[in-house]
């Protein structure tokens, strides 16, 4: 079973607009990894962000952790046509190898 | 340094028959992952192997299994195919296991069982 929630499931944007994607999560964390995964291929890391981390930052990608609230923030700024991929945030738990995936965001930027 | 690589790609499997998947990690990792996904199900944990032992299992039948090499190497069976192993199969690896490790995928296995 998935750990949390993406939201939204799928998001439209112009080329050059911002793009911000949400992940909730239901158990304590110690990390939680978001990665990018375009169609028909595999998984590719995007950012790791700790939970004693509020925010994290790695050239367009900037993430936000709220542990008190178990959610998480992707955004994306000033996005590009490929950057048209499904989102997905892990966490870990009880086993930090063994990540639980949220049901990821389809996110489209039209050029 | 080359990422991890998953072997085959693709394959076509009939009911009943059995499949070996293949997952070299990325040079010097020791953890090895191994993962299902699919559109009803999404992303799944199956298996998790470090130094050659298995250090976490998911909720999957036996038919599910693994084993990884003294070279860090990894191979999934699916034994007894049935029509819903039909899915992505995706490996990943990290330099250790447990918390804070950033964990890498491959391009993944694509299984149809027909």
């Known amino acids: 079973s998935q750990q949390g929630e993406e939201d939204p499931q799928a998001l439209s944007i112009q080329e050059g607009e911002n793009a911000t994607m949400n992940c909730s999560y239901k158990t304590s964390i110690n990390n939680l990894q978001w990665y990018r995964q375009n169609s028909g291929r595999g998984l590719v890391h995007l950012i790791l962000?700790?939970?004693?981390?509020r925010e994290k930052h790695s050239g367009r990608l900037r993430v936000t952790l709220d542990t008190s609230k178990k959610s998480s923030s992707l955004l994306i700024t000033a996005s590009r046509a490929a950057d048209t991929a499904s989102y997905f945030c892990?966490?870990?738990?009880?086993?930090?190898?063994?990540?639980?995936f949220g049901e990821g965001t389809q996110l489209t930027v039209n050029p | 340094k080359a990422g991890v690589t998953q072997t085959p790609r693709y394959l076509i499997k009939t009911r009943g028959q059995q499949v070996t998947l293949s997952c070299s990690p990325i040079?010097?990792?020791?953890?090895v992952s191994w993962y299902q996904q699919t559109p009803g199900q999404g992303l799944q944990f199956l298996f998790e192997?470090?130094?050659?032992?298995?250090?976490n299992k998911g909720n999957f039948p036996g038919r599910f299994s693994g084993r990884q090499f003294s070279n860090s190497r990894s191979e999934m069976n699916v034994s007894t195919l049935e029509l819903g192993d039909s899915a992505l199969y995706l490996c990943a690896s990290s330099a250790g296991t447990g918390w804070g490790n950033t964990i890498y995928f491959g391009e993944g296995s694509w299984l149809t069982v027909v």
């Open positions: 192997y470090f130094s050659e032992t298995q250090r």
């Open positions: 040079s010097g990792h020791r953890s």
């Open positions: 892990a966490t870990d738990g009880t086993s930090g190898s063994r990540l639980t």
């Open positions: 962000i700790r939970s004693n981390e």
